[in-house]
Nanobody, 118 residues
Framework: QVQLVESGGGLVQAGGSLRLSCAAS????????MGWFRQAPGKEREFVAT????????DYADSVKGRFTISRDNAKNTVYLQMNSLKPEDTAVYYC???????????WGQGTQVTVSS
């Protein structure tokens, strides 16, 4: 089991930047794949980005490629989501999640609100 705590959300104008953090704790973190998801009002939760603790292999949703960057600091057990060139449609609650290989994401943080004003 992994415990996840997000931080860094807030209100920003379109074109601005935010960096989200996800502090992770638990056993054998290096085995996990970490992900960021988001859920806008009235919409389903959607995938944003993912990264492996080992090797730092990452992937992104097409909607954020070139604007968002996921990274991790193994020493701090923290995963980051750097969000640049933010758009109003990026407004959502952003969730950090963790899963083991071959499994579904079953460890979730409480979420952090990101609001982008036009």
């Amino acid at each position: 089991q992994v415990q996840l705590v997000e931080s860094g959300g807030g209100l920003v104008q379109a074109g601005g930047s935010l960096r989200l953090s996800c502090a992770a704790s638990g056993r054998m973190l290096s085995l996990y794949t970490m992900g960021w998801f988001r859920q806008a009002p009235g919409k389903e939760r959607e995938f944003v980005a993912t990264i492996t603790w080992r090797g730092g292999v990452s992937d992104y949703a097409d909607s954020v490629k070139g604007r968002f960057t996921i990274s991790r600091d193994n020493a701090k057990n923290t995963v980051y989501l750097q969000m640049n060139s933010l758009k109003p449609e990026d407004t959502a609650v952003y969730y950090c999640a963790a899963k083991l290989p071959g499994a579904l994401y079953n460890n979730w943080g409480q979420g952090t609100q990101v609001t982008v004003s036009s």
